[in-house]
């Protein structure tokens, strides 16, 4: 299998033992971002608000650094700890996805690493851009 590791410095390191993305042409996975600033490590904020547009600015960073855009998105999975968010999530979703909508899941979890309240990861078409 042809596989391409992306890491950008963009988007927070990894907190384990896997990479930022994986490149399979034409397929990217994009690991589970959470809400962290890539300078800090340290969360965008402690709301639904702030942590889910920092996930999605993660996101945007790692297909960015694959040569690829949130318009190619075709999936995203989407880990909130408490669904009665969901209205709340869609709204700051459909800042970034208002003409473009991937297919998308969104599910509810116990937990979430480090604390977070939201964690997003997707499947992005890139083509032939690497």
Known sequence: MNCKVIQTDKAPAAIGPYSQGIA???????????GLKPDTGEFAGSDLAAQARQAIENLRQIINAAGAELRDVASVDVFLTDI???????????EY?????????????????????????????FGNKL
């Open 97 to 125: 996805f208002s003409e473009h909508k991937p297919a998308r899941a969104v599910v509810e979890v116990s937990a979430l690493p480090k604390g977070a309240c939201v964690e997003i990861k997707c499947i992005v078409n």
């Open 84 to 94: 009665g968010k969901f209205a709340e999530f869609n709204k700051i979703y459909q």
């Open 24 to 34: 399979v042409p034409p397929w990217l996975f994009v690991s589970g971002q959470l």
